[in-house]
Every structure is written in structure tokens, then in C-alpha cells.
């Protein structure tokens, strides 16, 4: 039998039960669809994340204290509740000499009641120098960052996120007033642009910024850093930068042994594959979810063509009495059931697309949301295969049953 | 063209096993008209299906035209059927959806040959069986003796060697009865092998030959003495 024929009977005889071809099409057209979705958005989101991560500065190297065993991904100690107190100024003094680093911005956090007048509330403090807001880009919207000169000579100052600054002061303008950090006096010199959620979970909208050394001495009472940020010279190559950082803290901490570092260091780019192995695991989760949908598709076109193959049995009788031989009705079973879920798939497509569209504009419109439109040629690819193979796949068990059919019989029935 | 040589069939199932058929014998030249007839259960229906090559003898030889069923795959036979058979069955078996047109076409969907040669062959058959006017109408919207005139045109159009009819007029009144027997007695006329399984006395002796059949073997094979009745009554 001809492709052509066998491909305009199956076409007729799926046109002649349209509203049952269109149900059953509908499960592939579901489970195509949510594929679609749920992989255009886990990589929307992943996008979003990267371009956030991004925003930080590609340049940024993290030392963070402790090692962090072998594996790259591995928690560094610190990040595990730990303390360690090996990062210290002499580290921070010999980044600040070496010529391929042009910034580094030793870092301490912790916790505090901030109080002004008979408002309080919970806070994170990082205590750090005035280059933290270059390095870490956070520019101050109303009044001024701390100074070098307040760094060293251990002012009282602080700046402070745009959130916190409306839950202290309220309407009051918070610039030159004065707020208590556990007992601790500062005034208040500049307030953070609004920026949300940054990064890291770092919430900058209420975030303290106070000089390093009057957190170290008066708040926490430490002599270490909880971790140093080191902005790269450009001119360099970042894992030269790298490096030439390892080389230093060896040398400082008397390190030999590579396996026995006690620090960890991650750039920018560590960050981004972890982020992209975490969103793309993500993605893949949605997806098997989503086609757990498509196997049910399958099961109901499945369930169809066995009744469609017990129902025609006559018409089998009928072909194969006329010289249609098994593979010829096999053919056009499978034919009729790839269809379904082809042009179902397609369908599927198609509608995933409208609604990501959709969600797309939704949210680029009415929550302002960075959301960035994707439609991953990858997944439209894969759902197409998909589709093709779940016809065959569910159709081959109804297609031999009425291969297999004996004629005598078939044209017996009733 | 056909030759049967002690002919047997064997059904097994769990009771035991029963032969339809306990040794035939009997051939069949090109361009007769036969009848096979018996009561129900004596085995014709097994002889139709084994002649037809729907089915394979148990015992026995089948040869046609020349070629022993033995030596012969079941994709062969389904080629023979195509081309070499005929097929019109009590209960037309047409795809009452499909048009006068399609249903004619299916026995060429499975033949080889170009598709620009079937619409001719189509309409040569649909004109033969005179329903040329109704070519392109739903086959389940027709009479019952133009259904089966259409099953006629089906058998026709791979220009086979035999036909095999299976009470062809069971399911028809004795008017429409009548014509099917006719446009079968003209495709004799014009040389054509026809092979018609029946019951009825009166549609039987349209043929030349009768052979008869009774607890599956031969009970009597006789030509038809006074042929043609065209004008008493089938029933």
C-alpha cells in the first residue's frame, strides 16, 4: 500500500469521528502543553536568576573562610554555622598590594536591634569599608556613603537600606539622625537605593552599612573577617586573579598542602553554574512532572484505538479479504494514532507558546517583573519527537491487535 | 484454474476436534459458473474459505491455478487474493461512510499499479453494475441491492480470474435478488470463473454446475440440466 493511500484512509476515518479524535487528541494537547510551559518558564526563571547574579559584578571574587574539601560545589565550613577566625587584615593588606586586584573589601555581619525613638526592629549589620559600595554596586540614593576617613578613624556613622528607613523613621527624613545598634550609636549619613532582594539573599532594603572597624571592636567584639570581596583588576585574567589570591592566603596562613587550605574561594562564575545546575535541575523536575500528563494522553489514545480496532473489525475482515496483508493494516492503525498525537502535539505546542506569551505579559506588564521571554526551540523540538514517539509507542499495541485480526472472524462479527 | 484432492479441515478446541471437512474432491475449469450448496454446517462455508484463500486446509491438497496453497506464504496469497479474487458477501461489507467510489477503490489501495490508472478502472466497474449515477454517494445511503451491486463493482475492479459470491442474495429481496444474479450471470457470459456458495435452489441453478455438499464431503457434482429461469420467481 501507498504512504499516500494509507495516509488519506487514515485521514478519512479519523475525520469521520471528529469529536472523538479531538477529545482524544486533547490529553497530548494537555501534556504537550504544560511541557512547553513549564520548560519556557524554568528557563525564564533561570534567566531572570543568571541576569540577577550578573548584576553583581562579573569580576567579584568571594574569600570566605575555610576549606571547603575537594568537591567545587561543596559548602565552604563557614557556610555550615562554623566559625573560623583565620581571615584577618593582614589578608585584606596583601590583596590591597597585589597589582591584580583593584579592590578588596573585607566584610563582617551580624545581628542587631535597631532602634530609633520607640520603633525596633531585627536587622542584619555588615560592618565594611566605603569601597563595599562601589565593588558591590549599591549606590545611595539620599545623602552620602561613609568615608574613607570614617572607616579609619572609626566613626559612629551608618547607612541603611530604603525599607528599613521607612519602618524607623516613617515620613521623617532619616539623614543626620541617630539610631541604636545594641546600645551602639550611629548616625544616619545616607539611605540605600530601593533595589529589593539582591542576590545571595541579601536584603538590601534593610540592610545596616556601618565602618568595619566599630563593628569588629563594639558590636561583635571579633578581630576577623566574616569574609573579604575582592574586585578584580580587568586588566587581568579572573583565574590569574584566583590565583595569585590562593598564592597569597597560602603564604599568609603557612599553607603547603593544597588539600589543607583554610579558605574557599568562589567567583562569580562558580555562583553562575551553581545557579544554572540548580534552575536547570529545576527545569528538567518540572518537565518529567509535566509529562506524567503525556503518558496519560498516551493511555487515552491508547484506550481509543483499541475500541476504534474492535469496532472496524469488520472493515479489517474486509481489507485483508481483499489483499491487504498485516503490515498494510498495521500501517494504517499506526498511521491513525501518530496523528492523533502529532497534530495533538503541534496543537500543544501552539497553545504553550499563547499562554507563555500570556505570562510574559502578565507579569512584564502588571507586576514590573524583569521576566524575560523564552521559548526554548530545544523543547519545541522534544515535544514534537515526544509526541511522534508516544504514537507509536500507544498505538502499536492497538495497530497489531488489528493486524493480527483473522479475517474469517473479523468478517463474522456483529 | 482450481483443483481439490481429498481436501480436509480440522477444527481443534477443548472438546475434542471436529472436521468441516473430511476429503473433497472436485476441479473447477477457467470460465465456469459453480454452486456450491448444503445445509448449514456441511461444510461449504469452510470450502469457500479455503477456495478463497482466507484459510488453509489441514489436510489434502488446494491447488490454484497451478500454484499448491502449501507452497504458498501468507503474504503470497493475500497478493493472490487482490489479484486473482473476487469477493461479494451476504452482508455486502461495505464501509457505509465512505462513497460508492472509495468503497470500489479498496481493493486497489493494496494492489501495485499507478494510482492515475485507478479512477478508469473505478468508473468502468461502477458503470458495469449500472450505479455510475451514484458513484459519488455515501454507500450506507443505497439500497440493499445497490449495496450489493456496489460489492460487485469492489469485486470487479482488480479485473479478477474468479469471483467468489457468499450468498450473495441472503440479505435482498427477491426483485434485488434477481438483478445481483443477473449482472453475475452476464460476468459469466463474458468468461469470467464465478463460484457461488448459496442455499437457495433457484439461485443455484443460475450456474452451470452444482456440487453439493453434506457432512464435509461431496454428496453429488452435476451440471444444471435446464439452465436459466430468468423469469419465475426466486422465492
Same mark, same amino acid.
Given at each position: 500500500?501507498?504512504?499516500?493511500?494509507?495516509?488519506?484512509?487514515?485521514?478519512?476515518?479519523?475525520?469521520?469521528?471528529k469529536?472523538?479524535?479531538?477529545?482524544?487528541?486533547?490529553?497530548?494537547?494537555?501534556?504537550?502543553?504544560?511541557?512547553?510551559?513549564?520548560?519556557?518558564?524554568?528557563?525564564?526563571?533561570?534567566?531572570?536568576?543568571?541576569?540577577?547574579?550578573?548584576?553583581i559584578?562579573?569580576?567579584?571574587?568571594?574569600?570566605?573562610?575555610?576549606?571547603?574539601?575537594?568537591?567545587?560545589?561543596?559548602?565552604?565550613?563557614a557556610?555550615?554555622?562554623?566559625v573560623?577566625?583565620?581571615l +584577618?587584615?593582614?589578608?585584606a593588606?596583601?590583596?590591597?598590594?597585589?597589582?591584580?586586584?583593584s579592590?578588596?573589601?573585607?566584610?563582617?555581619?551580624?545581628?542587631?536591634?535597631? +532602634?530609633y525613638?520607640?520603633?525596633?526592629?531585627?536587622?542584619?549589620?555588615?560592618?565594611?569599608?566605603e569601597?563595599?559600595?562601589?565593588?558591590?554596586?549599591l549606590?545611595?540614593?539620599?545623602? &552620602?556613603?561613609?568615608t574613607?576617613?570614617?572607616?579609619?578613624?572609626?566613626?559612629?556613622v !551608618?547607612?541603611?537600606?530604603?525599607?528599613?528607613?521607612?519602618?524607623?523613621?516613617?515620613?521623617?527624613?532619616?539623614?543626620?539622625k541617630?539610631?541604636?545598634l545594641d546600645?551602639?550609636t550611629?548616625?544616619?549619613?545616607?539611605?540605600?537605593?530601593?533595589?529589593?532582594?539582591?542576590?545571595?539573599?541579601?536584603?538590601q532594603?534593610n540592610?545596616?552599612?556601618?565602618?568595619?572597624?566599630?563593628a569588629?571592636?563594639?558590636?561583635?567584639?571579633?578581630?576577623?573577617?566574616s569574609?573579604?570581596?575582592?574586585e578584580?583588576?580587568?586588566? &587581568?585574567?579572573?583565574?590569574?586573579?584566583?590565583?595569585?589570591?590562593t598564592?597569597?592566603?597560602?603564604?599568609?596562613?603557612?599553607?603547603?598542602?593544597?588539600?589543607?587550605?583554610?579558605?574557599?574561594?568562589?567567583?562569580?562564575?562558580?555562583?553562575? !553554574?551553581?545557579?544554572g545546575?540548580?534552575?536547570?535541575?529545576?527545569?528538567i523536575?518540572?518537565?518529567a512532572?509535566?509529562?506524567?500528563s503525556?503518558?496519560?494522553?498516551?493511555?487515552?489514545?491508547?484506550n481509543?484505538?483499541?475500541v476504534?480496532v474492535?469496532?472496524?473489525?469488520?472493515?479489517?475482515?474486509?481489507?485483508?479479504?481483499?489483499?491487504?496483508?498485516?503490515?498494510?493494516?498495521?500501517?494504517?492503525?499506526?498511521?491513525?494514532?501518530?496523528?492523533?498525537?502529532?497534530?495533538?502535539?503541534?496543537?500543544?505546542?501552539?497553545?504553550?507558546?499563547?499562554?507563555?506569551?500570556?505570562i &510574559?505579559?502578565?507579569?512584564?506588564?502588571?507586576?514590573?517583573?524583569?521576566w524575560?521571554?523564552?521559548?526554548?526551540?530545544?523543547?519545541?523540538?522534544?515535544?514534537?519527537? +515526544?509526541?511522534?514517539?508516544?504514537?507509536?509507542?500507544?498505538?502499536? &499495541?492497538?495497530?497489531?491487535q488489528? !493486524?493480527?485480526?483473522?479475517?474469517?472472524?473479523?468478517?463474522r462479527?456483529? | %484454474?482450481?483443483?481439490?484432492?481429498?481436501?480436509?479441515?480440522?477444527?481443534?478446541?477443548?472438546?475434542?476436534?471436529t472436521?468441516?471437512?473430511?476429503?473433497?474432491n472436485?476441479?473447477?475449469?477457467k470460465?465456469e459458473f459453480?454452486? $456450491? %450448496?448444503?445445509?448449514s454446517?456441511?461444510?461449504?462455508?469452510t470450502?469457500?474459505?479455503?477456495?478463497?484463500f482466507l484459510?488453509?486446509?489441514?489436510g489434502?491438497?488446494y491447488?490454484?491455478q497451478?500454484?499448491g $496453497?502449501?507452497? %504458498?506464504?501468507?503474504?503470497e496469497?493475500?497478493?493472490v487474493?487482490?489479484?486473482?479474487?473476487?469477493?461479494?458477501?451476504?452482508?455486502?461489507?461495505?464501509l457505509?461512510?465512505?462513497?460508492?467510489?472509495?468503497?470500489?477503490?479498496?481493493?486497489?489501495?493494496?494492489?501495485?499499479?499507478?494510482?492515475?490508472?485507478?479512477?478508469?478502472?473505478?468508473?468502468?466497474?461502477?458503470?458495469?453494475?449500472?450505479l455510475?449515477? @451514484?458513484?459519488?454517494?455515501?454507500?450506507?445511503?443505497?439500497s440493499?441491492?445497490? @449495496?450489493?451491486?456496489?460489492?460487485?463493482?469492489?469485486?470487479?475492479?482488480?479485473d479478477?480470474?474468479?469471483?467468489?459470491?457468499?450468498e450473495?442474495?441472503?440479505?435482498?429481496?427477491?426483485?434485488s435478488g434477481?438483478?445481483?444474479m443477473? $449482472?453475475?450471470?452476464?460476468l459469466?457470459?463474458?468468461?469470467?470463473?464465478?463460484i457461488?456458495?448459496? =442455499?437457495?435452489?433457484?439461485?443455484?441453478?443460475?450456474?452451470?454446475?452444482i456440487?453439493? $455438499?453434506?457432512?464435509?464431503?461431496?454428496?453429488?457434482?452435476?451440471p444444471?440440466?435446464?439452465? =436459466?429461469? =430468468?423469469?419465475?420467481p426466486?422465492?
Open positions: 500500500m501507498l504512504f499516500r493511500d494509507a495516509f488519506k484512509t487514515s485521514t478519512r476515518s479519523l475525520a469521520h469521528g469529536m472523538r479524535s479531538v477529545l482524544t487528541m486533547l490529553g497530548i494537547v494537555i501534556g504537550i502543553a504544560s511541557v512547553i510551559i513549564l520548560m519556557s518558564i524554568g528557563q525564564s526563571a533561570q534567566d531572570l536568576i543568571l541576569n540577577q547574579v550578573q548584576g559584578g562579573s569580576n567579584l571574587i568571594f574569600i570566605i573562610p575555610g576549606g571547603s574539601g575537594s568537591g567545587r560545589f561543596s559548602a565552604p565550613a557556610a555550615q554555622g562554623i573560623i577566625t583565620s +584577618v587584615e593582614r589578608d593588606d596583601a590583596f590591597r598590594r597585589e597589582p591584580s586586584v579592590a578588596a573589601v573585607p566584610e563582617v555581619r551580624g545581628q542587631a536591634e535597631a +532602634v525613638g520607640n520603633n525596633d526592629v531585627k536587622v542584619t549589620y555588615d560592618g565594611t569599608t569601597q563595599y559600595f562601589g565593588v558591590r554596586n549606590p545611595v540614593g539620599r545623602g &552620602y556613603t561613609f574613607k576617613n570614617d572607616v579609619d578613624s572609626g566613626a559612629h !551608618a547607612v541603611i537600606g530604603p525599607g528599613l528607613a521607612t519602618t524607623l523613621f516613617g515620613n521623617l527624613d532619616p539623614i543626620g541617630s539610631i541604636r546600645q551602639v550611629f548616625r544616619v549619613t545616607g539611605v540605600l537605593e530601593k533595589g529589593g532582594t539582591g542576590a545571595f539573599g541579601i536584603d532594603d540592610l545596616v552599612l556601618v565602618p568595619l572597624v566599630v569588629q571592636r563594639e558590636l561583635l567584639g571579633i578581630t576577623y573577617f569574609d573579604i570581596v575582592v578584580a583588576n580587568p586588566a &587581568y585574567d579572573i583565574s590569574f586573579v584566583e590565583s595569585r589570591i598564592f597569597l592566603l597560602r603564604r599568609n596562613h603557612s599553607i603547603t598542602d593544597p588539600n589543607k587550605d583554610d579558605f574557599t574561594i568562589r567567583t562569580q562564575q562558580d555562583a553562575l !553554574a551553581i545557579l545546575n540548580i534552575t536547570s535541575i529545576l527545569t523536575f518540572l518537565a512532572i509535566a509529562s506524567i503525556l503518558i496519560v494522553g498516551g493511555i487515552g489514545i491508547m481509543i484505538m483499541l476504534a474492535t469496532e472496524r473489525t469488520r472493515e479489517i475482515g474486509l481489507r485483508k479479504a481483499v489483499g491487504a496483508t498485516n503490515r498494510d493494516i498495521l500501517e494504517q492503525f499506526l498511521i491513525e494514532s501518530v496523528l492523533l498525537t502529532f497534530v495533538g502535539g503541534m496543537i500543544g505546542i501552539a497553545l504553550g507558546a499563547l499562554i507563555v506569551a500570556l &510574559y505579559f502578565v507579569l512584564s506588564t502588571f507586576f514590573s517583573i524583569g524575560v521571554f523564552a521559548f526554548p526551540l530545544t523543547a519545541v523540538i522534544l515535544a514534537l519527537i +515526544v509526541s511522534g514517539i508516544a504514537g507509536i509507542a500507544f498505538g502499536i &499495541y492497538p495497530a497489531r488489528a !493486524a493480527r485480526k483473522n479475517p474469517i472472524e473479523a468478517l462479527y456483529e | %484454474m482450481i483443483e481439490v484432492r481429498d481436501l480436509q479441515k480440522a477444527y481443534h478446541d477443548e472438546g475434542g476436534s472436521n468441516a471437512l473430511r476429503g473433497v472436485f476441479s473447477i475449469d470460465g459453480v454452486s $456450491i %450448496m448444503g445445509p454446517g456441511s461444510g461449504k462455508s470450502l469457500l474459505h479455503i477456495l478463497s484459510d488453509r486446509p489441514t489434502g491438497s491447488r490454484f497451478g500454484r $496453497i502449501d507452497e %504458498m506464504s501468507d503474504l496469497l493475500a497478493h487474493r487482490n489479484k486473482d479474487m473476487g469477493f461479494v458477501f451476504q452482508a455486502f461489507n461495505l457505509s461512510r465512505l462513497t460508492v467510489y472509495e468503497n470500489v477503490e479498496i481493493p486497489l489501495l493494496y494492489a501495485d499499479g499507478a494510482p492515475a490508472q485507478r479512477r478508469a478502472r473505478i468508473e468502468e466497474a461502477v458503470r458495469s453494475v449500472g455510475e449515477e @451514484k458513484i459519488h454517494m455515501e454507500a450506507g445511503k443505497l440493499g441491492g445497490q @449495496k450489493q451491486r456496489v460489492a460487485i463493482a469492489r469485486a470487479l475492479v482488480t479478477p480470474n474468479v469471483i467468489f459470491a457468499d450473495p442474495t441472503g440479505n435482498l429481496d427477491s426483485q434477481l438483478q445481483v443477473e $449482472i453475475l450471470d452476464a459469466h457470459k463474458k468468461g469470467r470463473t464465478i457461488l456458495v448459496t =442455499h437457495e435452489t433457484q439461485t443455484a441453478e443460475f450456474a452451470n454446475r456440487i453439493r $455438499i453434506k457432512d464435509g464431503l461431496v454428496e453429488s457434482d452435476a444444471v440440466a435446464a439452465k =436459466h429461469m =430468468h423469469n419465475a426466486l422465492k
